[in-house]
């Protein structure tokens, strides 16, 4: 399975409030991930940033040892939808519950994340 996840808010809980990461979720999230990858799902990290992050969040996830396929940075959550597309994610998870209708509106299969437990219950781990 192809999955798609939001960095912000999703893989650092924090992030949207400029706090340090919590160690602990990070660490929930990196389990959580591993073991997706172990039962062969690809792991697509799908973000808007502005173009001068690239480099800080490539070094954020190699700092945490995120487990991950790929990343794509862009420039608005609106942009993510084509991306969304032709990366052919099968689910994609985002903290954001607007966005998350959007999208759905839009085709994809998105899922509001509230926590590892609601994918553990989306995807069979």
């Not at 996840?5 to 999230?29: M, N, Q, T, Y």
């Not at 389990?31 to 940033?49: D, E, W």
């Amino acid at each position: 399975m192809r999955t798609g996840w939001d960095l912000d808010g999703v893989i650092d809980r924090r992030s949207h409030k400029f706090l340090p990461p919590s160690l602990k979720e990070i660490r929930e999230a990196k389990i959580i991930l591993a073991n997706l990858i172990s039962q062969g799902n690809q792991i697509i990290i799908v973000t808007a940033r502005p173009n001068w992050m690239w480099l800080i969040t490539v070094v954020w996830l190699w700092l945490f040892r995120v487990p991950h396929h790929s990343l794509v940075i862009t420039e608005s959550w609106q942009s993510k939808l084509a991306i969304l597309i032709n990366l052919d994610v099968d689910v994609y998870f985002d903290d954001i519950p607007e966005f998350v209708e959007w999208f759905c509106q839009n085709g994809i299969n998105a899922k509001h994340f509230n926590g590892w437990h609601n994918v553990k219950e989306t995807i069979a781990l």
